[in-house]
C-alpha cells in the first residue's frame, strides 16, 4: 500500500524551530521529487519547498528562504521539513508529496504529485 505519513507538527512559540517528517510505504521517495504544503484557516495550500528526484533542482517559496530546509534520507524512505524562527503566519496543516520522476517546476503545481500525506498541524503562538 502506497502511503505518506507525516508526524512532528505540534504547538511552538514564536520564533522556535520544529522538524517535520514524512515517512514513505510502498514505493522508494530516492525516484521522486518530494515536497511540501502547507494550508493555513482559510487559504488556499501552497508549496513550500522541493526537491527534485535526481537532486539536481530546487524550489522553495519566498517566505521558506533562510527559514525552511527540506530534506531527505534516502536509506530511511523519508523526507524531512526542518523549519526555524516560526512566525504566526506559519500557522497551517502541513502536507507531504511525491512525484515519480519529478524535476520541481517553478510554484510546484499540485496536479504534478503523485502521492500526497493526510497532513500535520503546526500552530505558532504569539
Known amino acids: 500500500q502506497v502511503q505518506l505519513v507525516e508526524s512532528g507538527g505540534g504547538l511552538v512559540q514564536f520564533g522556535g524551530s520544529l522538524r517535520l517528517s514524512c515517512a514513505a510505504s510502498?514505493?522508494?521517495?530516492?525516484?521522486?521529487?518530494i515536497a511540501w504544503f502547507r494550508q493555513a484557516p482559510g487559504k488556499e495550500r501552497e508549496g513550500v519547498a522541493c526537491?527534485?528526484?535526481?537532486?539536481?533542482?530546487?524550489w522553495s517559496a519566498a517566505f521558506a528562504k533562510g527559514r525552511f530546509t527540506i530534506s531527505r534520507a534516502n536509506n530511511e524512505n523519508t523526507m524531512y521539513l526542518q523549519m526555524s524562527s516560526l512566525d504566526t503566519d506559519d500557522t497551517a496543516v502541513y502536507y507531504c508529496?511525491?512525484?515519480?520522476?519529478?524535476?520541481?517546476?517553478?510554484?510546484?503545481?499540485?496536479?504534478?504529485?503523485?502521492?500526497w500525506g493526510q497532513g500535520t498541524q503546526v500552530t505558532v503562538s504569539s
Open positions: 510502498g514505493f522508494s521517495l530516492d525516484q521522486h521529487a
Open positions: 508529496a511525491a512525484e515519480y520522476l519529478g524535476g520541481c517546476r517553478r510554484g510546484i503545481p499540485e496536479t504534478d504529485f503523485d502521492y
Open positions: 526537491i527534485s528526484s535526481s537532486g539536481a533542482s530546487s
